[in-house]
Each structure stands twice: as structure tokens, then as C-alpha cells.
């Protein structure tokens, strides 16, 4: 069993320096473990940042961080303690402060567990996928993961998705992408994704749903959704997966983030 751990609590307070790509270059050439290299992969919901992100860390070998699947667990346990955002935000972000993040790659597959209980399934139901995006909104919330994120690349290389990686988290990342498609076409994928899972799916609905997730998102007061001045963008519409992992891994090699595509 393949287990690539990465543990950190969102109360430590340890010193953070960003990482650079300078440190990253002198460190990944060689067989010298690298550390603080951030490859930050932002985009919308469903962009495909997931599987490209998954792909990436995997040919890199480096860590795979999912920064919505903390902003899940965040709301999950919300939920679970019966705290509305808006209403208890205060709780809310006590609560967040509090959680054990751990991150493990259990037979190939990333898993988040969250003060050692396994969340990778119950942070995707639609409850959950509807609570992350008002808990994300919270200012304190976003405080206190985005310090456990970014602790997490302080001792090995990561690379990690979300909405905010290469401008609020990690400004200085040594890759950054911003990853799009049209709405049409990642709702298309959605659809696919839930049939292929034998769900029961309406494209309609689908649209719908993500057009008011973007325009949240996009529109919060608190690290919108927006691209970096010096990330890549990259449209992945007409694109497959492989494509795009490609593109980004030829991007790694060209910043000597790694000695090959
Ligand atoms: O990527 P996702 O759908 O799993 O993200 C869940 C929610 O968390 C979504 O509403 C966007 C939000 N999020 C965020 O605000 N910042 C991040 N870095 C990652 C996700």
C-alpha cells in the first residue's frame, strides 16, 4: 500500500516563508529532498483541477493538496456541530481552528482525513457541496486554513488547487496555473461524472448550480476567485485530461521545477 502522508493542524503557528522558485530549482535536480516548491493550480468549479492537479503531483512526485476538500470538511463539521454560517461564523471559525488536516494517498487514491476520521466521501454530498461555499466566505475560516496550507509546503513540495493558491496563499508559488473552461462545458463534465456514478443527473440543474457557485465564489469579499498576473492560463475546452497535464508538466520543466516532462 502506497501512503504519502501529509499532516498539519490549523493551530500551529509556525514561521511561513513563502516558497520561490529559485529554491525550488536548487533543490529538485538533484536526489536532495525538495522543499517549500508550490505548483499553485486555480480555476473554477470544474475546470478539471482535480484530475490535472492528481496527474501533476503524481508525475512530479510531489504531495497533492485539495484546498476545497478542507473548505468541505470545514462546513461538514459546521454542519455536524448544527452551525448556519451567517449565523454562527464565530463558532464556525473556532471550530475550523481547531481541525487535525491529514492528507494520505491510500492505495493510489488521495484521501483527507480530518482528526483522524476519513471524509473523502461525506465532504461530496450535495448538502455539504452547497454549505463549503458560504463557510469558505467567513474571513476568520479562510485565516485559519489558509495558515494550515500553507504550512504544509514549509517541509515538502506540493502541488496544490483551489481558488486563491497563486494570489493569497502562495504569491510567490514556483508554477502557477489558472485553469478555465466554459460554464457549458464544465457542467457537460459534471453531467457525465454523475451519470458515469450511476447518479440521476439534469444538465439544466447542473448549469444552474455552478453559475451561482461561480458567480459566490468570484464575487466574495475575502480572496475571490481570480487569476494571478503571472499564472498561466490555460482553456482546457476541446482539451483532454492528458493534454493539459502536458501543458503544465512541459511548464514544470521549463522553471527546472523538474528535470523532465
Ligand atoms: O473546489 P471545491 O468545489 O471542492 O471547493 C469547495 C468550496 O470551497 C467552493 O465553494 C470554493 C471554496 N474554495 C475556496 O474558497 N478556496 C479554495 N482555495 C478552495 C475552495
Redesign the pocket.
Known amino acids: 500500500m502506497k501512503r504519502n502522508k501529509a499532516r498539519f493542524k490549523t493551530t500551529r503557528r509556525a514561521g511561513f516563508q513563502p516558497a520561490n522558485a529559485a529554491r525550488a530549482k536548487l533543490e529538485t535536480a538533484s536526489s536532495a529532498p525538495v522543499t517549500g516548491c508550490v505548483v499553485a493550480i486555480d480555476g473554477p468549479?470544474g475546470s478539471g483541477k482535480s484530475t490535472v492537479a492528481k496527474a501533476v503531483a503524481d508525475r512530479a512526485g510531489f504531495t497533492y493538496i485539495d484546498?476545497?476538500?478542507m473548505?468541505?470538511a470545514a462546513a461538514y463539521r459546521a454542519m455536524k456541530a448544527g452551525l448556519s454560517p451567517s449565523q454562527d461564523d464565530e463558532a464556525i471559525a473556532a471550530l475550523a481552528a481547531e481541525l487535525d488536516f491529514e492528507f494520505r494517498t491510500v492505495d493510489g487514491e488521495p484521501k483527507l482525513f480530518v482528526d483522524g476520521e476519513d471524509v473523502s466521501v461525506v465532504i461530496r454530498t450535495p448538502q455539504v457541496s452547497q454549505l463549503?461555499?458560504p463557510v469558505?466566505a467567513i474571513p476568520a475560516v479562510r485565516e485559519h486554513l489558509v495558515a494550515a496550507q500553507r504550512r504544509m509546503a514549509e517541509r515538502i513540495p506540493v502541488v496544490m488547487e483551489?481558488?486563491?493558491?497563486g494570489t493569497v496563499v502562495f504569491p510567490d508559488a514556483a508554477v502557477k496555473v489558472f485553469l478555465t473552461a466554459s460554464a457549458e462545458e464544465r457542467a457537460r463534465r459534471r453531467y457525465q461524472q454523475r451519470l458515469e456514478r450511476g447518479e440521476e443527473a439534469s444538465y439544466e440543474e447542473i448549469l444552474a448550480a455552478q453559475l451561482e457557485?461561480d458567480r459566490r465564489?468570484c464575487s466574495r469579499a475575502v480572496?475571490p476567485l481570480r487569476k494571478a498576473e503571472d499564472a498561466i492560463e490555460i482553456d482546457s475546452d476541446g482539451l483532454t485530461a492528458d493534454e493539459v497535464v502536458a501543458e503544465v508538466m512541459k511548464l514544470l520543466a521549463a522553471r527546472g521545477v523538474v528535470d523532465r516532462e
Open positions: 468549479a484546498t476545497g476538500a473548505y468541505r463549503s461555499s469558505s483551489g481558488r486563491d493558491i457557485r465564489d480572496a
